[in-house]
């Protein structure tokens, strides 16, 4: 009926972050949750398209041969096996959970960016909106704007790979030496302690932006079209010298190289926004992608004022896009009905995930040989109270797991 019952992470329950592998135990949690089997799911959205991306691949390889051929070698035997062949991989892993599931009709696929698109707005307290997108690329998109209106969702604007600010923040985060798409939240940690100091180089040498937001990035100094790094020598001579080792201290330096790529992506997503505001008059804002994690950026776009309202999807990243792509799907392909939460959103504060009893619990703990005790409310609190004042960690768990 288009409610969110349930949603869950693989690395959740695995415990390995970012696990790509095949989404099992979550899939079985939702099912086990809204108490069905793969059977009685009308449809399984996937949330981008294997061939756009395929396609992609190809044509930024042959525009820049012979250049990224060893990479080029590198990635085809996994996209051939992995990603150009999708829907016969999750044919096998479905019918694991029902012999008979009928992939051949059940099983859709949403563009990268409106999975992201429909993940902000259908969830939100909006009955028309934009939606403003940001990533490291989907298919072809890296920014698109959208449009939202009751159960009606339609991508109308599009910056395309390989110009992208998220790919702009993991250079800078690779340079920084943290692992992409995993340590950006330590750039945005990083960069109070530093000055913006190589802002205007960025602007200046990496990047054309326009005053409406609209930006291109000059290639000559990035690999991440050809190569499996993010940056090469004239980058590296660029801002001042090699990469920086996972091991190695930081310095200033790197804290001035955070704050210069924070102030960029501040000042990229500020003009953006502004531009969509202006152009299209709306008075609602929704954002998802990678790049709607910089909770810095979000906060200086909603004390900017462009919108009155802004709401932003809690798994904004691709997590977020399994979400979208079955919201697309129910909202877009069935045409099933919006209906608008009365009390902020219908995410449910992005309490999506499993919970557990006491007595589980309990039971959990005594099988682990886990020394424990129990407290009732009362004493709970107090005693958390007290261990906060001492200066102690406190590992608080409590109700549904969140989403994000």
Known sequence: ???????????????????????????NYCLDH?????????????????????????????????????????????????????????????????????????????????????????PSPFEEACVLTMDGVGEWATTSLAMGQGNRLKVLREIHFPHSLGL???????????????????????????????????????MDLKDDGTFRLDQSYFEYCTGLAMTNDKFHEAFGGPPRSAEE??????????????????????????????????KNLCLAGGVALNCVANGKLLRDGCFDNIWIQPAAGDAGGALGAALAAYHMYKGGERKISGS????????????????????RLAEAGAKFFILDDDALIETTAQALADGKAVGWFQGRMEFG
């Open 249 to 282: 201290p930081l310095t200033q330096r790197h804290m001035d190289l955070a704050a210069s790529v924070q102030k960029v992506t501040e000042e990229v997503v500020l003009r953006l926004a502004r531009s969509i505001a202006r152009d299209t008059g709306a």
């Open 1 to 27: 009926d288009g409610r969110i019952s349930a949603a869950a992470q693989e690395e959740r329950f695995t415990r390995k972050k970012h696990d790509s592998r095949f989404p099992e135990n979550a899939i």
């Open 34 to 122: 809204a108490g069905v089997g793969l059977g009685q799911i009308d449809y399984v959205a996937f949330y981008d398209k294997p061939f756009l991306k395929f396609e992609r691949l190809i044509e930024t390889y042959l525009a820049f041969a012979p250049r990224g051929f060893a990479s080029f070698r590198a990635a085809l035997p996994v996209w051939l096996r992995e990603k150009l062949f999708q829907k016969d991989l999750l044919r096998k892993e479905f019918a694991k959970f029902d012999r008979d599931f009928d992939w051949k009709n059940k099983l859709l696929f949403s563009e990268h960016h409106l999975s992201h698109a429909a993940s902000a707005f259908f």
């Open 168 to 206: 702009l923040y993991s250079a800078f985060t690779s340079y920084t030496g943290f692992r992409v798409n995993s340590g950006e939240y330590k750039v945005m940690g990083l960069a109070p302690y530093g000055q913006p100091r190589y802002a205007d180089a960025i602007l200046g040498t990496l």
């Open 344 to 363: 902020g959103d219908s995410m449910g504060g992005a309490y999506l995930g499993p919970e557990f009893s006491s007595p589980e619990i309990e039971r």
